[in-house]
């Protein structure tokens, strides 16, 4: 008696056993099907498309977020009291995550183009729901603690579109292969044509999507400005412990332009250099003063404030990974550091004839500097002796008080309200600084510095916008970039989108036809050779049900009674219930 199960094919096939052992571990012959996915399955696969889509999102997000990563770090700082790198646990798991779940969706996508049943491992659906879930509470504590650096996403496509479309392109269309198998080698029905809806309406949105880019470095070539100004923000903080004499002569080493530094007042009244509401994090605050370590930074006089250690707490956290690069000299010299006053920076700016950009907190009105805060800087800036001239400070208030030196706003203003305020700069994030509205204050004399830029990416896109300066914890990257990234004429662009979406276009025509072609051969074929149980089991070939098995069992004893040649073999299995049968060789 044959046990009704379908017929096996015996013959070796050492690359369906890799991907059907990896994806399902099957490994074995007897274990593969060629019979329709089940539901349950094919939302298996539904929720790995789902999981690859969001994670390449959230690897998109981490590697454009690069710019901003001593911001991350500084917003868990403020939240936990502890400093360290959180980025790299976070750029470490979204790469195994994706790595893996890119894996098993190549994987996946093999099983359909050879015909297997889908059928996911247990382990790897475990795998594949750990993986959605950790991104998307990573998604979600982003946007607890850093929800505006989603910003950087549209940004960041002024940048990256152009590339972006060509690889999606090239995916949409390669993926035309599995649409056409799908929609020619089965039977009509009206999922087959929403799927084929589908897929051409994102054809077309792709094929479409330049018309809405705004890319600055589509430009021509003879309109580009000059190459921006460098602002050494808080110095080189990446090279050496923010806000020292040490950071901010590295940052002119490396070509700044400019220095910029926030300005705090002291309880007796001196202008000083920190970043942070407390002394904790830079200094060793929690050390020589471990019962005011979370008093504000204001509240401390300036002797109090020169006895700390300013520069430690970089060799000990090595919150850049750069220490490892610093002599033995230029250790010592960092670690004997000390908070710098406003004077102590002025003064080296003028050695250096550059400029200074100074971000003044003001005290709390129960500070006892409340009212002299504005005499006191004043008074370290004619004391250093640098031209007024080269001094900027912001926020713009007591404006009237404010004669000889420049101010500049700190947030953005139109056009009307910067005439009556007499403005004639801006300091903007970089999220708040359009193409557009960058060319339209420059075309009415207002200077635009953008804030901050560490990547060469986000640096050469303002440098195609015009901005005249930036400032950036990174000078020593941006000193390397001595032209824009990518640059090409208006012309040549839509040259190569038109050539993409027509190449694609030929592509995907061209796959359906010959899917077409090879299905109508192989049906043309198929009636030929086959008896009429055959034509009838290829019928319902993708149909799993007790009649096909008796089917083939039927073309099983048809060929029994027509009798076997010499070539011709039937074998029965009844240890594993499976039998084999042969035709002239292998048979599939």
């Not at 600055?216 to 080189?236: E, F, N, Q, T, Y």
């Not at 050390?287 to 404030?305: C, G, H, M, V, Y």
């Not at 956290?317 to 230029?330: F, G, K, N, Q």
Request: net charge positive.
């Amino acid at each position: 008696m044959v046990k009704h199960q379908p017929l096996q094919v015996y013959e070796k096939q050492v690359f369906v056993s890799f991907v059907t052992g990896i994806y399902g571990c099957r490994w074995k012959r007897y274990q593969r099907s060629q019979d329709d996915s089940s539901r349950w399955e094919c939302t298996w696969f539904i929720i790995l498309c789902s999981s690859f889509l969001l994670l390449l999102f959230w690897a998109y997000f981490w590697s454009v977020a690069q710019n901003d990563f001593n911001e991350f770090n500084l917003s868990v700082y403020n939240r936990s009291g502890v400093w360290k790198d959180e980025t790299i646990p976070l750029l470490a798991s979204t790469t195994v995550g994706f790595s893996y779940i890119t894996f098993l969706l190549i994987l996946a996508l093999f099983h359909i183009s050879l015909g297997q049943q889908l059928n996911l491992y247990w382990v790897h659906k475990i795998g594949v729901l750990a993986t959605l879930l950790t991104t998307i509470s990573g998604v979600i504590t982003v946007d607890d603690i850093w929800r505006d650096e989603w910003d950087i996403l549209f940004v960041s496509l002024q940048a990256t579109a152009p590339f972006l479309h060509i690889g999606a392109l090239a995916t949409v269309t390669a993926v035309s292969w599995l649409v056409a198998g799908y929609v020619i080698r089965r039977e009509r029905s009206n999922f087959q044509i929403m799927v084929l809806l589908v897929y051409a309406l994102v054809l077309v949105a792709l094929y479409l999507a330049p018309l809405t880019f705004n890319c600055p470095c589509v430009m021509d070539r003879h309109s580009l400005k000059p190459r921006p100004d460098i602002i050494g923000r808080r110095g080189a903080p990446m090279l050496a412990p923010e806000h020292t004499l040490v950071s901010f002569n590295r940052a002119l080493q490396h070509g700044a332009s400019s220095l910029e530094a926030d300005v705090t007042i002291s309880v007796d009244g001196v202008p000083f250099l920190m970043r942070d509401r407390t002394l904790r994090r830079t200094t060793d605050v929690s050390k020589i003063f471990p019962a005011r370590q979370l008093d504000d930074a204001s509240l401390f006089n300036w002797t109090e404030i020169r006895s700390l250690n300013a520069g430690q707490w970089f060799l000990e956290s090595d919150p850049y990974w750069t220490v490892e690069t610093l002599t033995a000299r230029e250790r010592s010299r960092i670690g004997n550091q000390t908070v710098c006053s406003l004077t102590e920076m002025l003064r080296l700016a003028s050695r250096a004839n550059v400029s200074a950009l100074l971000n003044i907190r003001k005290p709390l009105p129960e500070h006892p500097r409340s009212r002299n805060w504005f005499m006191d800087t004043l008074w370290a800036v004619q004391k250093s002796g640098i031209s007024q001239k080269r001094v900027t400070w912001t926020p713009d208030t007591d404006r009237g008080r404010v004669r000889g030196l420049q101010q500049a706003a700190n947030e953005k203003l139109s056009l009307e309200e910067i005439r009556q305020r007499g403005i004639t700069s801006l300091t903007l994030h970089y999220s708040k600084a359009s193409h557009g509205d960058i060319q339209e204050y420059l075309a009415n004399n207002v200077s635009v510095t953008v804030y901050p830029v560490n990547e060469p990416w986000l640096y050469s896109i303002l440098w195609c916008s015009g901005v005249p300066s930036v400032s950036s914890d990174a000078p020593q990257v941006l000193r390397k970039v001595p032209y824009p990234i990518w640059l090409m004429s208006q012309n040549a662009y839509n040259f190569i989108w038109i050539s993409s979406d027509l190449l694609s276009l030929i592509i995907v025509i061209g796959i359906f036809c010959f899917q077409n072609y090879h299905m109508i051969r192989w049906r043309m074929s198929g009636m030929q050779n086959y008896n009429p149980e055959q034509i009838m089991l290829s019928a319902v070939s993708h149909r799993t049900s007790r009649d096909v098995n008796i089917m083939k069992e039927k073309l099983i004893l048809s060929e029994l009674n027509n009798g076997l040649s010499s070539t011709e073999e039937l074998s029965l299995y009844p240890e594993n219930g499976y039998a084999r049968y042969s035709h002239g060789g292998p048979s599939r």
